[in-house]
């Protein structure tokens, strides 16, 4: 392991540690989750107090300790605070549920999926509609659950192998697989196909084109709801976020 870690990285949580340090969780940029203390980072006249705090885009130097096993921020520099986030809760606490959701996933196990958060949280501070905000929500929960190979293809049944057609209702059954409605059990979660057929349309386009592409609110409602159902039984651990920000998100 090298002893001095160079790396642009965003800060996905951040603690209070002794008397004036902080314990701070970061996504590096690449897509490691790596705990690091930033020593004195808590005091007022520290460089390091306004950069310590989620979500904070930065370029940073990280030292690891080999006799402590311990990695300490030696060096930040900011590149964005995403102050557009800090302003809005519901801007905040969307990207305080996809932070938790990396947390709990451990990244998520695909090199991209720094990039992918990057660039969702880039989109979010800069969003002016709430709808937006959903719709980058699920765009984002949508791309990330499939980079992590751990959902199947909702168009094609995950038990007889049937493609399902555009018109049909699809079903999520756990585990990332998603069935047709003679194959499913009783307590599926339904993907009816106006909001499969949104999924469909907009999983191959860029986020530029897929945000202007018009759905109504009840789509877009049921799309969010399946999709966070589907990573809270995949994570296996309550989000809190969802609890906490409930009112926003
Ligand atoms: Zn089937």
């Known amino acids: 392991m090298k002893r001095i870690q160079r790396s642009e990285l965003i800060v996905l949580k951040s603690e209070k540690s002794g008397e ?3 314990l701070v969780t970061l996504f590096t ?13 808590a005091g007022s006249k520290s460089a390091m107090r306004g950069l310590t705090t989620p979500f904070c885009l930065c370029e940073g130097e990280l030292y690891h ?8 921020i030696t060096h930040l520099s900011g590149l ?20 938790e959701i990396i947390l709990k996933s451990y990244g998520g196990g695909d090199e991209k999926a720094y990039a ?15 709808e937006d ?47 047709c409605r003679s194959c499913c059990g009783e307590s599926a979660g339904e993907l009816n196909h106006r909001a499969l057929n949104y999924l469909y349309m907009t999983s191959g ?27 809270q039984s995949l994570i296996e ?6 609890k906490t920000g409930s009112m926003f998100i």
Not at 116 to 130: N, P, S, V, Y
């Open 20 to 22: 004036n340090h902080r």
């Open 29 to 41: 940029s690449n897509s490691q989750i790596v705990r690091a203390l930033a020593f004195g980072a």
């Open 65 to 72: 300790d080999p006799v402590k096993d311990l990695w300490r």
């Open 80 to 99: 964005d605070l995403y102050d557009g986030i800090r302003s809005d809760l519901k801007k905040f606490y969307t990207i305080s549920l996809l932070a």
């Open 116 to 130: 992918l958060f990057k660039k969702t949280i880039g989109f979010i501070d800069r969003a002016e509609k709430a």
């Open 133 to 179: 905000v959903e719709k980058l929500l699920v765009f984002y929960l949508w791309r990330y659950l499939k980079m992590s190979g751990v959902l199947s293809d909702p168009w094609e049944c995950g038990s007889c192998g049937r493609t399902v057609a555009t018109s049909e209702t699809v079903y999520y059954t756990g585990d990332g697989q998603f069935s």
């Open 205 to 231: 386009m860029t986020f530029e084109e897929a945000l202007p592409v018009e759905t109504d609110q009840s789509i877009l409602a049921t799309v969010k709801k399946s999709l966070i159902l589907i990573a």
């Open 237 to 242: 651990y309550p989000l809190k976020t969802l």
